[in-house]
Each structure stands twice: as structure tokens, then as C-alpha cells.
Nanobody, 119 residues
Framework: HVQLVESGGGSVQAGGSLRLSCVAS????????MGWFRQTPGKEREGVAA???????VYAVSVKDRFTISRDNAKKTVYLQMNSLKPEDTAMYYC??????????????WGQGTQVTVS
């Protein structure tokens, strides 16, 4: 069983930066594709970034060149560096493992989420 715990969310002004972290525990996730997703009330969960393995990463068009996903397998941690934040980036951000690409329905494991608010 895999458990994911996100941290690093908060409130920031437009143009600012945040770095989200997701620590995995339980069954090894080294070979898992990891992803970040976000959701706002009344909207479907959308993929933000995924991968960060030897195969590279994929990003949503809306965050490309602003967000960067990376991982430290030794620490079982995945990061999402978010720069040049915009108010439309405001959402609950979730870490996920065991799926593929930016398809939330394909992921087996989810964290509880961390709120990001950009004003």
C-alpha cells in the first residue's frame, strides 16, 4: 500500500513561487510514474505535470515553462516547483502515483492535497 503526503502549499502573490513536496511511503514507488494534479470547486481534476523519470516529463499547456516536476528517488519524494504563479493557479494540488501521463483516472494512489492560493 502506498501513502502520499503533500506539503508546501500556501498563499502567495501573483508572480511568486512555491515548491510542493510529496513524500511516498509504503510499497516502493521508484518505478512509478508520479504526477501532480489540481482541482477547484465545481471543476474536474486536471493534470499539471507528470513523469520526472528517465523518460522525461509532461506538462499541461497552462503551466509549461513555469512549473517543473522533479523527483528524488532516494527520498521517495516528488517536487513541483511553481514559478510565476497566477491567480488561475489557485487550486487544491494533489500528488498521485501509479498512473500515466496527465490522466487522473489512471492513477492508483492519491495524497490528501495541499491548497495553493494566488492573489
Amino acid at each position: 500500500h502506498v501513502q502520499l503526503v503533500e506539503s508546501g502549499g500556501g498563499s502567495v502573490q501573483a508572480g511568486g513561487s512555491l515548491r510542493l513536496s510529496c513524500v511516498a511511503s509504503g510499497y516502493t514507488t521508484v518505478s512509478y510514474c508520479m504526477g501532480w494534479f489540481r482541482q477547484t470547486p465545481g471543476k474536474e481534476r486536471e493534470g499539471v505535470a507528470a513523469g520526472a523519470t528517465a523518460g522525461g516529463a509532461v506538462y499541461a499547456v497552462s503551466v509549461k515553462d513555469r512549473f517543473t516536476i522533479s523527483r528524488d528517488n532516494a527520498k521517495k519524494t516528488v517536487y513541483l516547483q511553481m514559478n510565476s504563479l497566477k491567480p488561475e493557479d489557485t487550486a487544491m494540488y494533489y500528488c498521485a502515483a501509479g498512473g500515466y501521463g496527465l490522466h487522473p483516472g489512471s492513477y492508483n494512489y492519491w495524497g490528501q492535497g495541499t491548497q495553493v492560493t494566488v492573489s
